[in-house]
């Protein structure tokens, strides 16, 4: 039976889950298995031990920082040698067209402050620092932007789970359950949120360019 990325962290020896978290969040950078890598599930789960005593919080957040760091580092590297070919060559073509749309939409419009609200975007934020570098966008202007998305983005849904484990222990049976679906469910409509923000200004700024 194949292991799930979050059921490791629960199977290493604490120590050792850190390093995990870094590398299951860097991998989500890669084209292919970027869309396979449940971080999401990954950072509540991590949250959650944090909250039992298992790991800390801070480590952590740093690690998945760390990782998504990397991730955007490697993903902006491939986008760079590759450039305009990265979404037509073989992996880019399993990539659907409407994500690879929107990640390089909001890298010509925003530019680099776009990965700000990428990271909180399910595949969009692998795809956006891949469009940066296709784009020539030097690294160094990303990296700013880059490392205070990924701490962002890792202390919120490090902290969402951290929250709905310290609620769901003082709370008896299916209460607790129920927190935690809710949790997970807030946690996806605040990416969808941003999502459809980002989709609502690209068509409001496209209405006013062919008024």
Known sequence: MMMMPVDLLTTVPPPAAYPVIAALVALESLLFLGPFV??????????GLAHAGTLTLPAVIACAAAGAVIGDFQAHWTGHRIGDRLRTGRLGRRVPGLAWDRASAAI???????LLVCRFVPLVR??????????SIPYRRLAPFSAT???????????VGYASAASW????GTQGVVLMVGAVAAALLLALGVRAV???????GAARGNE
């Open 126 to 135: 692998t795809l956006a620092p891949h469009a940066a570098g296709a784009a």
């Open 149 to 159: 998305a990924a701490v962002a983005w890792a202390c919120t849904e490090a902290g």
């Open 198 to 204: 980002v989709t609502r200004r690209r068509s409001c």
């Open 169 to 172: 222990s003082q709370l008896p």
């Open 108 to 114: 010509r419009r925003r530019g680099c402050p776009a």
């Open 38 to 47: 449940p971080t999401l599930g990954l950072l509540l789960v991590a949250g």
